[in-house]
């Protein structure tokens, strides 16, 4: 398979598979497999994109013009390269997940479900394949689009709410923040494609740059930077498999991948570092005030919630600091943080199947139940501290090694503030869970449906494998700070 | 040889259907005559551009009086597109009409209504052929009159009070026009609009043209709905029976602004006017206002066609304020926006006369309770619609946003670009209540029972809703022909 | 210019404005129209008075003339006066279909039913 | 001189005869004040020398468009117009539209000047060849029919869009039954 | 009003003299004031004038709805039906001069035949709508 099919055929197999879930409506046995078939095909499509990419190939597909001089274009790179291999390895996992989840709680509008999960993977295929800006910018505004049934997947009125506050924040940020950058950025460079270096480079300066840089920042509101977080708790509404998929594969992966993706190809890492000077400072506060937040949450989802903002802002933080190093760091965090986090919501999950408890304080003892489970978001756990063995070390490394290469000691500071904070609101559910007895009146329970079991071990195997098998990861992220 | 003539034809052969389907009075045949000339009209409206797009202007004398003595059709590249977005909105929803148009009209009334269609077609047309300002007023008379009747024809019995009302403002309007031609006729002594051009130029005394200029302004902006002048349109527009809707919403609007754009660039030039008055700051001050305000009035809006009536108003704004920027991404906007709304709208209309087909002529929210699950084409359909409406990627209404927010950018206008998104949002805001009703909403017993529009009329909806997303995604066609007609009437100017 | 070189353009727009006052100030569906009638009347003067030539006949050629008053407005105006006919009528017709239907031909009485229609 | 004289007069009564009509609320009254406005302005058209303008608004204005109001007067029985509303928003209206009107007028050629544009272009070629190349010696019967003759069509569909507009919003459903029938 | 003798013994005698009038304001109209216009106009008043005098009854049996229905159309269909001819000949539309070997008698011959075409029309409209308003309480009260 050539690459440009292989890259047609990214953004396709999950498209054609929701045509293909909801022509097989009527048949759930049928329509699951659909979804498992195109998963495994896309991962395979995309592993096919592997060896030309780490030889240094950027193949290009042109489809049409969609404004003058301004194609939808599929151009791949290292980092687009990273990211459609998380997602696409994640979408299998979370399929087999839903399915799990979907059956063991009678949830409605099973196919509809799944219609729009595959409609969400197609455009963060989109995402990671675009060649340039504009096409970039088509598939973040679908995503939103095709997600928002996934939110409001239960059509009461909190899910109404939550999907309000979810379509309402992304939407004002992309159109009225994000959009307008594009278009500057059109005006100024005449061009929007992702160039190694910047398109920006000698074309603005100053103020107008900080402006620019402003409105890319709070733009991309699914990187989720204060203020522009407040859509992520709403969103918590969804059903579990769907936070997992906003919060671990696709949306605010999305977000920060975009804030990678034009920090180094629109701005360029070498542009001058005083416009990008203020932004740490706001990924700091951002980063702390989440893991507070977080830390007063009860309630399981709205602490993961949290801690993704934190999490997503170490993205930020590390990208803005512009280091080669913290770059690296930033795109491994990328990485990191999926397979991180994608278990703890995969955990928060068979916990809400299995016992049918949504707060931190209703798990004593929890682990004695369900062990499995527990051990999975222990290990999630240590990876989003950042301890050994697990990728999150990794990742956090570089970003500290980047810090101390840029001297930015507030940034290495806030790095280890939130790295206790994440572990005062972590270690006590697993310590929970563990060592506290549980409730000798509850009604007693095992573990959830077996396929939830298994999508949370491997990706559980996967933090810990990533640990020890960084090579790749860490080739593609090298090589998109041209190293 | 028949070739040559396609000008005339283009506008001749609707005009005479008319009176033919009097005399014969039978509705289907009047419904395929409709049909047939909408058709036709579409295929020499194509024809006309693509000759135009390569040999240039076409110029046809009437009864052979060259111009100025006699009376000029003229097919530039604008009049060219503008022709093909009229005579292909009539060409999809002539087929269709006729389903909704036997559920809602008496029967003896159907052959008039599809003659007040082909003379309405008849008049659009020719208003955007006609190279002479008072055979425009002609054509002008004919389209309104015509519209007047459609209107009227309404269900119920606020059609007739909204079609008085737009009686009323239509004639004021054309009278309005009648002086401003006539004042620049007393200074120049001729009615062509090339030659007027030519002489206007020539003229010392400017008070006069600067009168004609706001009176012309104030009459064709009455037509099209400009802010705050819009009034007649959201009740003539809601209680039009459903077709007439779908083909006025696409199309009556912008052939006005097309006589806009003509005055302000062919007849005017910008040179004139943007220098000796302060018409961009004005105009696009009005279009503002009427972008923002319409929209945040069709958000409490509780019936849908008068919604969607609502965003046209505000639609018209984005239009109108492409053509106060006044420079190349402006004007590309404003008419690449004629034809990405015109679609949009067609399409979003067109799936409301299926809902309204269905309800009994309803189109009140409380009836469009759980909509999403009894007619999941036409809700799905009206989102896609909406989307445009917003301005999302991959549809038309991105590009035109696209276009109108670089426009402003270029001319420095940040506050204008970051209000056009602004109101943008808005738009987002009264789409999201059609999808919560739609699709987040339990259906009651007062909610509609049955199934989907009918397969013809969803067919031609469809179409248009491909159409939508197809020029989001390939608009060599839509912008091309935008950007050489804006290259044309920049150009029209040195 | 003098006050008698342009005395015929002001009656001219003195009626206009009178015309254009009936139509937006008064509520019944009647008066509107005439006074809708009154305003597109008073255009026909605004074309044909500065196409009279002092000392001219109408412009139908005839021995021993050699002055003609221009027929390019009266042209027009034939044109005009017949699309206001045609939209008195259509108006009149509305205004008799309105009154079947409300039963009034006061615009403030229709606005009210029509929001007790609940529009 | 004495043309202008006459014009003068006939316009200034016309006016007064407008603003008896504003004033005015019966609309029996209103309607026959219109018939004899309307020959006021043919008289005034003669002098004007628009002979045919002048006939056909005699037979338009003060015969089909009064027999019409009074038609309607019969059918809608409305007699008795209410008093005015608050007509502040009207007046200023009517007054900012006439401003502009006289600012433009200000610049608009002299009452009978010959060498206005429109004495000067396009208007004498119809003078002086209608009778060589339409053989009508009648100019405006020469313009209206053939130079623009495509406006006398425009035209005529307008009355024909007008008669079967009134005959869709007037005609009864059950008469119509009978006649497709027969 | 329908009995009064006098009225309709000089309306018999007025009427035909305002149709010949019509008829001179119709083909006069090349040579002084008038036209196609003005004689339909003249035409419809002397049948309204005659249904006032004779009631719409008899003014409906001289002058059947069905017949002024097609005057209505066909008065543009032969004005437009001009300018086609005009086309079939060669020439552009509505160009009268290819309608006879010489240019200024096909001119003639054009504009003659558009006059008819607009009487046509507009005496059929003008009826039409005095009809419909007049035809209109009757069948209120009629039930």
Known sequence: ???????????????????????????????????????????????????????????????????????????????????????????????????????????AHQTRFFVCFALAIAATMGIALAGNLITLFLYYELLTLVTYPLVTHHGDDAARRGGRVYLGVLLFSSILLFLPAVIATWALAGTLEFVPGGILAGKVSGTGAMVLLALYMFGIGKAALMPMHRWLPSAMVAPTPVSALLHAVAVVKAGVFTVVKVVVYVFGIHFDAAVFAWLPWVAGFTIIAASLVALRADNLKRRLAYSTVSQLSYIVLAASLLAPLSVIGAALHIVAHAVGKITLFFAAGAIYTAAHKTDVSQLDGIGRRMPWTLAAFGIASLSMIGLPPAVGFVSKWYMVAGALQAHQWMAIAVILVSTLLNAGYFLPIVYRGFFVRPDPNEAAHGEAPWPMVAAMVATAALTIGLFFYADLPLRFARMLVGG | MILDHLP????????????????????????????????????????????????????????????????????????????????????????????????????????????????????????????????????LEISSLSTYVMVALGQKRQALAAAYRYLIMGTIAATFYVIGIGMLYLMTGTLNMADLSVRLADVTDVRPILAAFAFITVGIGLKLALFPLHQWLPNAYTFAPSAVTAFLGATATKVSIYVLLRFYFTVFGTTLLFRAMPTDQVLMLLSLLGAVTASLVAVFQKDIKRMFAYSSVGQVGYITLGISLANTSGLTAAVVHLLNHAVTKGAIFILIAGITLRTGGASGFDRLK???????????????????????????????????????????????AAVVLASSLIAAAYVWKFV??????????????????????????????????????????SVGGARAAADFLLGGLR | MSFASHYSYWATIVLMIAGLYVVIARGNLVKKLIGLGIFQTSVYLLYVAPGKLIGGTAPIIAEGYRTYSNPLPHVLILTAIVVGVATLALGLALVVRIREAYDTIEEDEILRLDDEDGS | MIDALVVNALLTMMVFIVLVMVGQRNLFAVVILGGIYSFLMATALVALDAVDVAMTEASVGAGISTVLLLGALYLTRGDEAKPMRHSTIPLIVSVAVGAALVYGSLGLPAFSDPNAPIQTHVAPRYLKETLSATGVPNAVTSVLASYRGYDTLG?????????????ALLRRRRRIREDEER | MRRDIVLRVIAKLIIPFMLLFALYVQFHGDFGPGGGFQAGVIIATAVIFYALIFGLPAARQLLPEWIVETMVASGVLVYAGVGIVSLLLGGSYLDYSVLAHDAVHGQERGIFWVEVGVAITVSGVMLKIFYMFAGRRRDEDNG
């Open chain 1, 1 to 107: 398979m050539s690459p440009e099919l292989a890259m047609l055929l990214a953004p396709l197999i999950p498209a054609v598979a929701a045509v293909g879930v909801a022509a097989c409506h009527r048949a759930p046995n049928l329509r699951e497999a659909v979804t498992l078939t195109a998963s495994a095909l896309l991962i395979l499509c995309v592993m096919s994109l592997v060896g030309p990419v780490a030889a240094g190939a950027t193949p290009v597909v042109r489809l049409f013009e969609t404004l003058p001089g301004l194609s939808l274009e599929f151009r791949i790179e290292p980092l687009g390269m990273l990211f459609a291999l998380v997602a696409s390895c994640l979408w299998l996992v979370s399929s087999v997940y839903s399915i799990g989840y979907m059956r063991g709680n009678d949830e």
């Open chain 2, 8 to 139: 005339a034809l283009q506008v001749v052969l609707p005009l005479i259907s008319a009176p033919v389907i009097v005399l014969v009075r039978r509705s289907r045949f009047a419904w395929l005559m409709a049909v047939a000339v909408s058709w036709v009209a579409a295929a020499i409206a194509v024809m006309l551009a693509i000759r135009v797009a390569d040999a240039g202007v076409i110029s046809y004398a009437l009864g052979n009086w060259q111009p100025p003595w006699g009376i000029e059709y003229r097919v530039d590249p604008l009049s060219a597109f503008v022709l093909v977005l009229v005579a292909g909105t009539a060409a999809i929803v002539a087929p269709f009409s006729r389903i909704s148009v036997v559920a809602e009209l008496p029967r003896e009334q159907e052959y008039l209504l599809y003659a007040m269609f082909c003379l309405c077609l008849a008049g659009l047309l020719g208003i955007t052929i006609t190279g002479d300002v008072f055979n425009l007023f002609v054509f």
């Open chain 2, 370 to 416: 759980g909509i999403g699950s009894r007619m999941p084409f036409t809700s799905f359909g009206i989102v896609i619609g909406g989307l445009s409406l917003i301005g999302v990627p991959g549809t038309a209404g991105f590009v035109s946003k696209w276009y109108l927010v670089l426009g402003a950018i270029q001319r420095g206008e940040w506050i204008v």
């Open chain 2, 436 to 477: 919560e009703t739609a699709y987040l909403t339990k259906p009651d017993e007062s909610s509609v029972k049955a199934g989907e529009a009918p397969l013809p009329m969803l067919a031609f909806a469809w179409f248009m809703v491909v159409l939508c997303v197809f020029l989001g995604l390939d608009t060599s066609l």
């Open chain 4, 155 to 167: 035209e005529t569909t307008v009355v024909f869009t007008a008669g079967a507009g009134v005959i």
